[in-house]
């Protein structure tokens, strides 16, 4: 069985506020972004070279990184040991890894911030970053980048000097991304074998409303299998968010990611009722499970399993192989949207040096080699060669015989959190020239108008919870089909205005327009 991929979770916590749940898209190889051989050169030598007489010169330190990850894997003390050889003599540090289980993650993370416990690196973003900048958690970036993450800086602006400048708060970094797929496009994915069954015309589906024909044909000929399933928490939730930059949790959003600057609320936008009657449409007609609403079942186990045919999705580059892999099925998938880039992309993942840092010098240079030292980073993704992974090609790797998935004794998964992706090896499967792809992808999506904003909550604080609860209560219900837009959808507008969601927009909306005013837009 090939390497399994997910990004899922991650990105379940950083759109949290809007119930995306389990989405996926990426993993060891899956999601990415940059060409190693342009981002950076690779050496790591940035980070001792910028102390003058490289490691030698620096006294011992002990560095802690934490991130969340599915559990901690057999041979991490193994990795480690082999990480610690590197940045041992590299810049004189040996690092203390802490994974913290994903449903654990927010109470282990903010028990750790909020007490005096050495924390040095640790994962930011996921919908939570500038409610941790405003309560300090984060040193301010500017200038250890200036001196120990020059390679960071490099790496991030051959890509697109937006990006990095899409994390500033009032003019300062708190956090830098990874490097991975920092921009998304829309489709659907579907499984291979049907679609040549049926001879499915996939160069016909241009929009939702292409579907139906497809959704009745598998529905008349396979029983047994649901047409489509949610991808998250959702049918639509991904596809909505083509429509729209939602600025991270939907309450005011740009339509067309641009409309001159001036927010709308989503749900009363007739794109989103448009899209809402569609679902509803599928889901009478048999196309949506009718257990969609609670169903805990992810897209790929449904697939595998054989009782599910697709689910609409952001993607990217390699998305076919990445999802072939996870369902352990061959998909295809069309794309019908065009790639966009928002800040609440280059946001979701991230890395931050915390206030509770013993060197918050040495911090930064252990994410400098993160982003420059090819051999580091095929570590932390993927472990120890001959061990873990074996060489294909220069560039290319595979399971050593005897090893997959289910056995490795370091199958982390978190390509995509660590540093530059760009730097990874490519498995054994994806397109050869995948990062290379990746990076035109970032380079060449529409960019918000919005790109760089962040929005800061806490004048409207009480009002995102109320609203939040009003989401939770009628959002999942509404985008699985499972009840009449007509009755329901005025029902959730009322209760999110009686809520407050008008006056997070107004916020919302003075907060950009002051931010476009200082940006000359």
Request: hydrophobic letters at 40%.
């Amino acid at each position: 069985m090939k390497k399994m991929r997910s990004v899922s979770l991650a990105l379940a916590l950083s759109l949290s506020v809007t119930a995306l749940g389990a989405c996926s898209g990426g993993g060891n190889n899956g999601s990415g972004g940059g060409n190693g051989g342009t981002a950076s050169n690779g050496s790591g030598t940035e980070a001792s070279s910028s102390n003058g007489g490289g490691s030698q010169t620096l006294k011992p330190v002990k560095l802690v990184m934490v991130f969340p990850a599915a559990g901690e894997p057999k041979d991490m003390q193994l990795v480690s040991d082999e990480i610690n050889k590197i940045t041992k003599e590299k810049i004189n540090a040996t690092v203390k890894l802490v994974p913290i289980g994903w449903g654990a993650w927010t109470q282990q993370r903010t028990l750790m911030m909020s007490g005096k416990e050495q924390v040095d690196l640790i994962l930011s973003g996921l919908g939570t970053y500038s409610q941790d900048v405003a309560k300090g958690q984060f040193l301010e970036l500017n200038d250890y980048l200036e001196k120990e993450g020059n390679g960071i800086k490099q790496a991030l602006d051959n890509l697109d000097p937006g990006f990095l400048n899409a994390t500033k708060i009032d003019g300062k970094i708190y956090a830098v991304p990874s490097i991975r797929d920092l921009a998304a496009d829309f489709g659907i994915t579907m499984r291979k074998d049907l679609v040549d069954k049926y001879n499915i015309d996939i160069t016909s589906i241009k929009s939702l409303d292409d579907l139906d024909a497809i959704f009745k044909t598998i529905k008349e000929n396979e029983p047994d299998i649901v047409p489509t399933v949610k991808y998250g928490q959702s049918i639509i939730d991904i596809y909505v968010r083509s429509a729209f930059d939602t600025l991270s949790d939907g309450f005011g959003v740009l339509p067309g990611n641009d409309n001159n600057l001036k927010l709308v609320d989503m749900y009363e936008a007739p794109e989103y009722k448009e899209m809402l009657n569609t679902v509803r449409r599928w889901y009478l007609a048999g196309y949506i499970a009718k257990d969609a609403a609670t169903s805990t079942e992810t897209q790929y186990n449904m697939v595998k399993a054989g009782k599910a045919f697709s689910w609409i999705s952001h993607m990217k580059p390699g998305i076919e192989t990445q999802e072939s892999r996870n369902t352990a099925r061959e998909m295809v998938s069309v794309h019908f949207k065009p790639a966009i880039s928002t800040t609440s992309d280059i946001t979701s993942i991230m890395w931050s040096v915390a206030r509770n840092s013993a060197d918050p010098s040495r911090a930064m240079m252990l994410l400098n080699l993160l982003y420059t030292d090819k051999d580091l980073i095929n570590l932390f993704d993927y472990g120890i060669e001959g061990k873990h992974y074996t060489k294909v090609s220069d560039n290319v790797i595979d399971f050593p015989q005897g090893v997959d998935a289910t056995n490795s004794g370091y199958n982390l998964q978190l390509g995509w959190m660590f540093g530059n992706q760009s730097l990874s090896y490519i498995w054994n499967g994806d397109s050869p020239n995948l990062w290379n792809d990746l990076m035109e992808f970032n380079k060449n999506a529409t960019k918000s108008k919005a790109m760089g904003f962040i929005f800061n909550a806490d004048a409207v604080k009480s009002e995102i919870a109320a609203v939040t609860n009003v989401t939770n209560q009628y959002k999942v219900a509404l985008e699985t089909g499972t009840v009449d837009p007509e009755t329901q959808l005025p029902k959730f507008i009322d209760q999110l205005k009686a809520a407050g969601i008008d006056k997070i927009i107004a916020e919302k909306q003075k907060q950009l327009d002051a931010w476009a005013a200082s940006n000359g837009n």
